[in-house]
């Protein structure tokens, strides 16, 4: 059975993670750069920079620990814990992940490349998590820095054509006639006058960097 792929906003979501070793603490730094709230389970913490989104607790796993979580990690290395922690979230309705044994667990997580808000996932449903950091190289040097800039032209070009009294409906055709005509290598040569006459060209008045409030990197 494939799994479904999501994005999830976890702003200020409970999300409990068990285990405090390596593998915890890569969950926790995707977590809380997700803005998520972190209630961390582990006997012996290590040294994390303090932040009133991250609550420690220096024991070991009490079932309650989970109590009003929007997510667990069970991270501890211990199968036999690990599992019975994914029973006890279960038993919550609550979904787990369980990075030592992906299949037992309700989610896994994709290798992720960011580019600004441009993001891209790798996923293997967790039977090969180096196949996917591999990949995961492999996009990273086809998706340079400056797609994260091109992502910010067109969002605000989408944002300004719609905002606009009378608009007709977004038009795709631009954005790929946009692409087709070298935008993206016009952005990575911090060429300003051209991508203007390019925005001009394909969308008539209004839309040059400075109507649309974009910088290019100097």
């Not at 405090?20 to 995707?30: M, S």
């Not at 389970?41 to 989970?66: G, K, M, Q």
């Not at 109507?211 to 100097?218: K, V």
Request: with cysteine; glycine share 8%.
């Amino acid at each position: 059975m494939a799994d479904y792929p999501l994005h999830i906003n976890l702003a200020d979501r409970l999300c409990v993670v068990v285990g405090g070793g390596p593998v915890g603490r890569r969950k926790i730094a995707g977590l809380l750069a997700a803005g998520a709230q972190v209630r961390l389970i582990e006997p012996h913490p290590p040294a994390f920079e303090l932040s009133d989104r991250i609550e420690i607790v220096a024991r070991v796993y009490r079932a309650a620990d989970l109590n009003h979580a929007f997510l667990v990690f069970a991270a501890t290395g211990n199968g036999e814990l690990d599992r019975a922690i994914a029973t006890e979230a279960r038993r919550q309705g609550i979904l787990v992940n369980l990075p030592g044994e992906p299949a037992a667990g309700d989610f896994t997580l994709p290798s992720v490349l960011r580019r600004g808000d441009l993001t891209v996932s790798v996923s293997t449903a967790g039977r090969s998590p180096a196949l996917a950091a591999l990949l995961k190289e492999q996009l990273n040097e086809w998706l340079p820095c400056h797609w994260a800039k091109v992502l910010e032209i067109l969002a605000a070009i989408r944002d300004k054509h719609l905002a606009e009294p009378g608009h007709s409906p977004y038009n795709r055709q631009a954005v790929n006639k946009l692409l087709k005509a070298e935008l993206v290598e016009l952005v990575a040569a911090g060429k300003a006058e051209a991508i203007d006459g390019l925005l001009k060209e394909t969308l008539g008045n209004g839309y040059t960097l400075r109507e649309l409030a974009i910088d290019l990197p100097s």
